[in-house]
């Protein structure tokens, strides 16, 4: 399930160095997608359908799944001392209300958005934070994954108070691996996009946009 996704996107062989001011992670153009590999979770009935649009802000991607799950990996190299800051623009058109996403059966999220630190031999001893956007949980809630003890969910939006809106929110990925991971990360390894209802085996559609790391 969540831990043969978290194999899968460590061993992509794509690589980008990122060193900029912003530190663009995804144009969502096709030339992109047509690279990035598409990794069902394992046991998933289906993958996620992901199509590009565009608006008054630029490209965005579109995420629309049901009953299954697929994710969009790369591997990345972000210093964090010099850009700690991780920005993601999205929306929820249709969530997931009414399960417990803190539970292996209900460990479904409309939209989240992976990063990890490599800090061992194999891919589940690295570090993950799944920043979500909730369908039953307030944002800032955190808690440990119901799948391996090393990755988190931390809310960063919920539908509670944002449904079917554009929000656009950022958090200090360096002080967030301190505090949920009690770890002194400096250069961050990979990052995922990724829509999932393999356990609720319920639809959701979701929009992501503007993803990118910057100063402050």
Request: aromatic letters at 12%.
């Amino acid at each position: 399930q969540m831990r043969y996704f978290l194999i899968f996107f460590l061993s992509i062989l794509y690589f980008t160095n990122l060193y900029a001011e912003n530190l663009e992670l995804f144009k969502f153009s096709e030339k992109e997608l047509d690279n990035l590999k598409v990794r069902k979770i394992r046991g998933a009935k289906s993958t996620t359908d992901y199509s590009l649009g565009s608006n008054d802000r630029g490209n965005f991607l579109r995420a629309e799944v049901e009953n299954g799950g697929s994710g969009l990996g790369k591997e990345v190299s972000v210093d964090l001392n010099k850009t700690p800051i991780l920005n993601i623009t999205w929306k929820i058109e249709k969530d997931l209300s009414g399960i417990d996403e803190k539970s292996k059966k209900g460990h479904d999220f409309a939209a989240r958005f992976f990063v990890v630190k490599k800090t061992g031999l194999t891919p589940l001893s690295n570090k993950a934070i799944n920043y979500v956007f909730s369908s039953n949980e307030e944002t800032g809630d955190f808690w440990t994954s119901p799948y391996t003890k090393s990755s988190i969910d931390y809310v960063l939006s919920s539908t509670k108070s944002d449904l079917n809106k554009w929000v656009t929110v950022k958090t200090n990925v360096k002080k967030d691996y301190k505090k949920l991971h009690n770890l002194d990360v400096n250069i961050l390894d990979g990052v995922a996009i990724m829509a999932d209802t393999d356990q609720s085996k319920k639809q959701s559609i979701s929009y992501f946009q503007n993803i990118y790391f910057s100063v402050n």
